[in-house]
C-alpha cells in the first residue's frame, strides 16, 4: 500500500502511531514492509489457502464474533440437500456441468429459497432465463444453534478443516511461527471493542481466482464481525483514480450506470421481461423498477414514455461475453472493426502485448486518445514483431488516429475512490494546443453523429436521434460543462428540472430522470455536494462534509452492523450509528445505511414486499435476505465457498484437491496463446509476479514521459534474491533475460533479499518480481513485462491472471530481435504431458464458451 | 544522442514548456547545456548484493554503497596551478623588500627582478582563479564583502592588494623622484601582503571538510610557505636574469631553507594525515600519490644539486628545474590527494570517529556505535 | 522565527514524493537517468539539481520491534536535505556574501551573486551544496524561500505522505521531536536518537535546522557521524601560516643579511 498508494497510506501510519499493528503478506518486503509491524512473504498465487487458514484457526478456536454471526450473517441458514463440497468431490462443487463447462448452482441454494445475488456475476448464457436477483425470502430456514449439519457455519467448517497451520506452511511457504501469529493479531483485535481492516489490491484480484480472494477475506472479516463497523471493512486499493468511478458508472460492457445489467438479446425482450428477471420482491433491489426508469428518462428524456416501454428496445443487447481478452482475440480472428484506447495502453498494460498488437493489426481503425503517442499507438511500427520483419508495417490496413488529450488539471471533473467517495476537481489551466478533455471528445462525437443522422428514418437510429445531448459549453474550445453532467447523474424531476436530493425520491412513473440512482444527492439542493470541502478540524471525525460519498453520503455501508440487534452500539468505543428510542429513528456519526424510521424490532409480515421485507436487525439491505453473505448461494460461477486452487501456471501441484485449477477459469487455447506446463515445467521454473512501483504510474503514459518521475526508476529491472542470483550466475546491475512460452524480455538485475525464496513441500522455490512499467517510449525505456503473460482469466469478472506465472530466467541479454509467439516460432514442447489441471469429469471446456465465435477461436490464427 | 525522446517541451530536462508555465522556480535559472548526458554524469552502478553495502565484516564501519559523503572539490588545473604562481609571487615580494631595505642600491638587480615576478604572478594567478570561477565575468564579486570566517575572502583581498601593490612597485620603481619612492613604499606593502599570499592558500585547503587537507591543517601552511620559496629560487635558476654573484647566493641561501622547510613539512603533513590510515592513503597511492613521491624526489634532487659546490649555470638551471617541477607537483599532489579523499567516505567517517573519540566529546557519547541491533 | 525541518526516519515510506515536489515547485532539471543498482535509489546522492534525496538501506539487521519472516533484515529509508546548519560551512565560506542566512534562519545561496568558485562544495560537511558544471554555480535546497514568504511551508514537506518530514518552527519541532525519541525508546525502540537536533549533539554545526531521527549510526544513513563547520576549527592554520610567513620573511631578511658583498 506504501509502494502503490502512498497518499493513502498516511492513515495506516496515522493508525499506527496510535498503537494500531500493521501487518503485511506479500511475496516482497516492500517500502510497506519497511514500516510494517509483522511482514510475511507469501507465495504468490497462494493466498486462500493462507486466509482460508486463518477462517479456519477462528472457527475451531471459537474466536468468531458469535452473536454477530448468528444475527448478520447467513452462518446460520440451512443449504440444500444436494449441495456437495470440494470435500466431497476432490475440488469441485456439486452442479459441474460437464457438457458448458460451467457450474448450475441450483444445489447451493438455500434451502427453500431462491435468492439472488446483490452484486455479481448475473450473467446467465447457461442456465434458465430466471431472475437473477431471486424472487423470495422468508423461505429460509435457520439453525441460531450453529449445528445443524448442513447450516452454512458447519459446511464452513468443514470445508476449510484441512487448512491446518502446517497446510498453510506447505501451500504458502508461510512459517507457522508467523502464521499463527497473523491469525492471533487479527482475533485479538476484533470483537465488540476493536476491529480489523483488510487492504487489498491488484495483488489479490488478478488471479483466475480473483474474486473468491476477496470472498475468503469477506468471510473472515464476517466472521469476525468487522463489516459495517468503524476501523472495520475490506478496502479495494485502485489500480489509478477513479477505478471505483468506472465500474459505478461503467466502462464494463455488461452493466449499465449503477450496477444496473445489462440487457441480454435472450431473455431480456421487453422492459417488462428485462424488470421481471432482474428485480427482486425483497431486500432493496425491489426498488429497481424506479432507476432503470430515471435511467432511461434521462437518456431519451421527452423521448421515453410508459407506451413505448421507456425506448427500452432501442438498448444494444449482450449477445455473449465481450470482456477484455475476448474481445482482443476477437480482434486477432478480425471480428472487430473499431477500437477506442481513451488513456489506456495495452500492449503495455494489458496481458499478452503481442496479441494486443495482432488485434490491432486487423482492426479497420484505432483511436487513441493519450498524453503522448504510446507504444498502442504506435503498435504499427514500433514492436518486436516488426524489428524482426515478420510483420512489414505497409502491410497493415489500420488506421490510425491520434488526439492528445488533456490532463486532469486541464478539466472540470470528479474523481470517485475506493471509499465511494466523490471529488471534485477544477480546471487549473486551459489544456493546451489540441489537447482535449474526454468530455469534449465524446459530447461532440454524439453531437456530430447526431448531425450526420439527423434526417434519417431507420428505426435504429431513433435510439441516437432521441439521446439527450443538450450540454451546455463554454470557452474557446467549447468545452461541456462537466456540473451538468453531474447534475444529470445526480437526477432531476422532469417537469421542473429541479435536482432530486436522494435516490428514495426517484419514481417508477416516468416523472424523475437520473443518469446513476446510487449518485443521487451528489448534486442536491442544486449545489455540486462533491465538491465541499470544510477541513477535518471543521467537522466531525467522520468528515460528512468533506466531498460526498455514495449513496446517500453514507461513509461506511451497512453501518446498521456497528449496533447490536437491538439498535445499541456493540461497545462505547465502537460506537458508530444506533437506534434512538426517543426520537424513534436511527442516528450517529454517519448517515445510518437503513431505513431511518425502522425499529430494530421490526419484523416483516408475510405479505411483506419490496423494502418492506427489511427486517430491522438485517443490516446487509441490498441482499434479499438482509444478511452478510458467509456462503454465496448464487452469483459466483466458481463455487459457493472460496476453494484453493493453483494459478493456471504454478510451481507446485494443488495440496488439497486432485483439480488442479479453478475449473471455471477462462482460457483461449489457441496457437498464439499457449500455456506451460500447470506445475513443474522444466522450461519455466520460476515463480513470477509482476507489481508496480511508487516512482511510474501503470503502463507509464502518466510517467515515463515525465523526467522527474523517470530517473527516480530509470530502467525496467527485475528483482531476485541472492541464491536464484548465485544459481543463475546473475549479478546486481548486471543483465537477465526472462522467458514465457508467450515471448521473451530483458531487464536489469537488483539482487535482493526483499523477495526471498519459499520452502514449499519441501522444494526450495524462487519468485521473480517484475515490475511491468516501462515499454519501448518515453523518456525511458525498457521492454514490457505483459508480453510475458497469457490469455487466462477468473470466471466472475474476467480479471487476468497475472500476479502468478512460471517463467525462465537466465544471465544476460537478450538478442537484438526478441521472440514473440504471435508471429515468432513456439518454445519446443515437451514430450507428453502426465499433469493435468482438470479432474477427468471436468473434461475439456468448450471453446468459445466465453468467446465471439466458436469457429474462429479454434483456428487460431497466422499458421 | 538527442532522440525523438526530447519532445518540444523538456529540452532542458524539466518537462516544463515555457510556453505554457511560467519558469519562475528557485531552480528554474539553472542552466543546462546538455540533456543527452545529464548532470553529474554518473556512471556508478553497485554490483554487489544492495545490503552488502553494510557487510557484516564491515558492520562496523558502514557507508552508503561506498558513494562518497562529501562533494569533490569541483576547481581544475589553474587552482593548484595557482597555488604555485601565487606562492612564488608572494614570497618574490618578501624577498624583494627585504632586498631593498637591507641591501640597497648593490641588490639593485634583484630587488627589480623579484618585483617583477611578483607583478607577473600576481597577475597570472588572478587570471588562473578567474578562469575556475563557474561565472568568471563575477570575478568582481569576490570583492562584495568581506569574511573573515572565510579563507578565500581574506585570500581574494591579499591578492587583489598584492596584485595591485606588486604591479605598482613594479612599474614605479624604476621612475625618479616621487614615484621612485612611493615604488619601494609600495614594495613594503606588496611584501606585507606577499607573505600571507603564499600561505593562504594552505589555510585554504585546511579550513574545509575535505579529510586529507583538513588532518593537516597545521602543517599545510608551513609546507605551502616552503614550496613557495623553493619555486621562488628553483624559479631564478630558469628564468634569463642577469644576477650578481651575491644576488644569486642569496636567492640560493633563500632557496636552500625553502627547501629544507618543504622537505620537512611534507614529513610532518604525512605524519599528520596518517594518524588516520585512511585519511593519508591518497599520499601514498594513485595519481596524488606519485605526484607526491615525485616532489619529494624533485624537490630533494634540486636542494642537493643546489648545495653542491660551484656556480655553473647550468647547475643553477637543472636545480631550478627540479624545484620548480617538484613545486608544481607538490602543489597538483595536495590538489589531487584532496579530490580523492573527498571520494573516500571512509576517510571522512574515520577522520571523525577519531577525533571524537580522542576528545572524548559529547558527540562521541551521544553517537550510538555498534551495529543498529546491539545499541 | 528559525524555521527548519525534523525528517523522522521511522516513518518514512521511500515514495519520494519530497523529491519530486521539490523539482517541480523549484523547476529543477533531471539528473540523469541511470540504474544505479543501489536498492531502489536511483539519485544516489544530493546535488546541484536535487535538493532532496531519499536513501535506501538494505540492512542485515533486524529492526527493532519488527517481525519478518526474511529473517534478520530491514530496509531503512530516510529523505536528505541540506541541514541549513546553524553554523554552515558553506555560508562561511562563501567569499562572495552569496550565502545569506535568511529572515527564516535559513541557508540561501543567491543565484545572482554566486560566482562559482567553489569553495562552499568543500566546505560542507554533509557534502550538500554542488556546483553544477553547465551552469556554473552552486545550488542547493532553499528550504523554500519563496513559499516561505507566501506564508507556505515547502513542497517537500507539504507532500509528504506520512509527515515523515515535518516543517515548523525549530524550537517546537525539537519538543516534538524529542517527545517521539521517548516515545520510541517506551517502545523497546532504544535506538532512536535525534541527529544534529542542537549544539549539543553537534557541536560542530552547534545543531541543524534540519535534524533527523535516525535508527542507526549516521555512517548508515551517509552522513558524517561529527561534522565540523571547517571555520570553526580554522584558526590554527592561520595561527601556523602566521608562522609560517613570518619564517619566510626571517629567512628572506637572513638570506640578505648572512651574504655580504662579492658572494659568501
Known sequence: MAECHPVGFRWVMEAKSRGAMVIHVDPRFTRTSAVADLHVPIRAGSDIAFLGGIIRYVIEGERYFRDYVVHYTNAPALICEDFRDTEDLDGLFSGWNEKDGQYDPTSWAYEGADLGPAAGNRESFTGQPHSERGTQSGGERFDCTLQHPRCVFQILKRHFSRYTPELVEEVCGVPRHLFLKVAEALCANSGPERTSAFCYAVGWTQHSTGVQYIRTASILQLLLGNIGRPGGGIMALRGHASIQGSTDIPTLYDILPGYLPMPKDKHDTSFERYLELNGTTTGWWSEFPKYAVSLLKAWFGAAATKENGWLFDSLPRLSGDHSHMTTVTAMADGEVKGYFLMGENPTVGSMHGALQRAGMRKLDWLVVRDFAVTESADFWRDAPEIERGEVRPEEIPTEVFFFPCAAHTEKDGSFTNTQRLLQWHHKAVEPPGDCRSELHFTYHLGRRLKELYASSTDPRDQALLALTWDYPVSGEIVEPSAEAVLKEINGFKVADGEPVGQFTDLKDDGSTACGCWIYSGSYKDGANQTARRKPGHEQSWVALEWGWAW???????????????????????????????????????????????????????????????????????????GLGWIFTPSGLADGPLPTHYEPQESVAENSLYGQQCNPGRMEWKRRDNPYHRPWDDPRFPYLVTTYRLTEHHTAGGMSRWLSWLSELQPEMFCEVSPELAREKGLTNGGWATLTTARAEIEARVLVTERIPPLRIRGRTIQQIGLPYHWGSKGRVRGDAVNELIGFVADPNVSIQESKALTANIEAGRRGRDRRVVTSGPLVPGLPGNDRERDLPVVGQKPMGAHGISESRTQQGEEG | MKDERDGDGDRDGRHVDPGLGLLAGEGAQQRIDTTAEAFPSRTFVWRDLPSHSFPPEEADEPTYYGRPVLKEPVWVWSVPTYFYVGGTAGAAAVLAAAAQALGGEELHGLVKACRWVAAVGGAAGSALLVYDLGRPERFLHMLRVIRPTSAMSVGSWVLAGAASATMGSALLSDQHGFAGRLGHFVGYVAALLGMPLSGYTAVLLGNTAVPVWKAAQRSLPHLFIGTSVSGLASLFGLLPVDLTPREETIVERFGAVGKVVDLAAMAVVEHEANEVETVGRPLRTGISGALWTAARALTGASLALSLLPGRRRAKRAVAGLLGTAGALALRFAVFHAGKTSARDPRATFRQQRSISSCHGSSVAAHLPTGTGSES | MAVGFFTDTTICIGCKACEVACKEWNQLPDDGFLFTGMSYDNTAALGASTWRHVSFIERPVPLTGQETGLGDFSWLLQSDVCKHCHRAGCLEACPTGAIIRTEFDSVYVQPDVCNGCGYCVVSCPFGVIDRREDDGRAWKCTLCYDRLKGGMEPACAKACPTDSIQFGDLYELRDRARDRVERLHRHGMTEAYLYGVDEASQPGTEGLNAFFLLV?????????????????????????????????????????????????
Open chain 3, 216 to 264: 542507526d549510526r549516521p555512517e548508515v544513513y551517509n552522513l558524517p557521524p561529527d561534522p565540523v563547520a571547517p571555520a570553526k576549527e580554522g584558526r590554527p592554520a592561520w595561527t601556523s601560516m602566521a608562522f609560517a610567513v613570518l619564517g619566510m620573511a626571517a629567512a628572506a631578511v637572513g638570506a640578505v643579511l648572512t651574504v655580504r658583498g662579492g658572494g659568501d
Open chain 1, 551 to 625: 449513496p446517500a453520503n453514507r461513509r461506511m455501508l451497512y453501518n446498521r452492523a456497528s449496533a447490536d440487534p437491538e439498535g445499541k452500539p456493540w461497545s462505547e468505543r465502537k460506537r458508530y450509528v444506533w437506534w434512538d428510542e426517543e426520537e424513534k429513528k436511527w442516528t450517529g456519526h454517519d448517515v445510518p445505511d437503513f431505513i431511518a424510521e425502522r425499529p430494530p424490532s421490526y419484523r416483516p409480515g408475510k405479505d411483506a414486499q419490496g423494502i418492506d421485507t427489511i427486517a430491522g436487525h438485517h443490516p446487509f439491505v441490498m441482499q434479499g435476505d
